[in-house]
């Protein structure tokens, strides 16, 4: 890759169509989304009939070429093409105004759909602990190639399908950098309340930046609520940059304390004390082993048990996931404790806040792709 002084990438190897677009694709259905700078549409590609999604973004931005902010986007995406939840490009078109970035299609649209969603539509813990593994999955692998995405947020976490809960794919890498030895990357990017500390104060950013983030992801994908947002940005700044977050039982109702010690590690103000990705990946919340007074809830069982198995391989086609069930399901069950489940064990017998959240014990290994 090659790369401008603020780790933008600006070499790309996808061939950049001036065909129209409309020549080779059909727009379909309504808009799938839309951002600051673009507006996405599903469509279908006439040679093939297949689905795709695509990316409509502006070159000039606020009377300024932002061309090369799109180079950048497109030479991230190529360069995260094995990484399996990271949404894959597939073509791209340029006319005089526009570039159109041909995306694989997540049809099951943003996770922040359900954060914000009813009870009965809303995650379950032990669907958060699968996603939250994908993500964490997908990062990993980003930040082992020095890409740190800077936008993490539930807007662009996709799913590849929403009933049954397929699998992520993460999205939107308009403000990705490249970080190595010699890029400093110092700049204000990001989401209000998802952007952290380092980000505020102008300090170098980092793939702890990132991590931050998901620390934030998970929270509201627990709890349906943003921590540090306030009534206004000045509010949600300071609340960051005090990290002023309420754990209370109010906010994690019947949500395990693993999970809440697993935000803990993230939510640290010192970005070298963030667990990295690979870290996080080894936590007990993602990793139970079985509690002997555990016992199945049926609030847990309302997807296909599979779906709770993190799929280690390639898996570019959004298919319904088959309805085997997870033996490591009910590794999961024994660490987590539900809204009206106040007898079952919780992961405080074995893991408490005291303790570190990284433990010592031989631990499930995981398999990162990328
Ligand atoms: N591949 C895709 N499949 C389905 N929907 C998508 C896809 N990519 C994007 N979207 C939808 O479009 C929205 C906007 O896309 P995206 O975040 O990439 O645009 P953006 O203008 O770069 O956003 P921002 O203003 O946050 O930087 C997403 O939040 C999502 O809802």
Redesign the pocket.
């Known amino acids: 890759m090659r790369m401008s002084k603020n780790g933008m990438v600006t070499k790309i190897h996808t061939r950049i169509r001036t065909e129209p677009f409309t020549a080779n694709y059909e727009l379909v259905g309504r808009e ?9 549409k ?1 469509c279908i590609e006439k040679a093939t009939g297949k689905e ?2 695509a ?1 409509f ?1 502006r070159k000039r931005r606020k009377g300024e070429d932002c061309r090369m902010d799109i180079i950048n ?1 497109i030479a991230v995406l190529e360069s995260a093409k094995a990484n399996p939840y990271v ?1 894959a490009l597939h073509e791209v078109y340029e006319t005089s105004s526009e570039i159109i970035l041909v ?5 099951g ?2 996770i ?1 759909n359900q954060c914000v969603a009813d009870n009965d539509e809303a995650f379950t813990e032990k669907d958060v602990i699968r996603l939250a593994r994908q993500i964490l999955t997908g990062v990993s692998c980003l930040h082992r190639n020095n890409v740190v995405h800077l ?1 993490l ?1 539930p ?2 976490i ?1 799913l590849t399908s929403a009933k049954p809960l397929g699998d992520i ?1 993460i ?2 890498f ?2 990705s950098r490249r970080m190595d030895k010699v890029t400093e990357v110092r700049e204000i990017v990001g ?1 209000p309340d998802y952007v952290a500390p380092e980000i505020l104060n102008y300090e170098p950013l980092s793939t702890a930046t990132d991590m931050w983030s998901i620390g934030v992801l998970t929270y509201v994908m627990l709890t349906g609520e943003s921590p540090f947002l306030g009534d206004d940005k000045q509010e949600t700044f300071l609340n960051i940059s005090q990290v002023n977050v309420d754990y209370s039982q109010d906010v994690f109702e019947g949500v395990s304390s693993l999970a809440v010690d697993f935000i803990k590690s993230l939510l640290l103000k010192n970005p070298r004390k963030r667990a990295t990705a690979e870290e996080c990946l080894k936590h007990p919340w993602l990793n139970s082993l079985p509690h002997p007074h555990s016992h199945p809830h049926p609030h847990l069982h309302t997807r296909p048990a599979s779906s709770l198995d993190e799929p280690e391989t390639s898996q570019s086609e959004s298919e319904p996931e088959s309805p085997a069930p997870s033996p490591e399901l009910d590794l999961i069950d024994s660490y987590l404790t539900y809204p009206g489940q106040g007898e079952l064990k919780t992961g405080r017998d074995a893991f408490s806040f005291g303790e570190p959240p990284f433990p010592t014990r031989p631990e499930i290994p995981q398999e990162l792709i990328c």
């Open positions: 799938l989304g839309r951002g600051k700078f673009a507006v996405v599903k795709h999604a990316k973004l986007e949404v995306l694989e299609c997540a049809a649209g943003e922040f936008d947020k807007q662009n996709l794919r999205v939107d308009g403000l989401t």
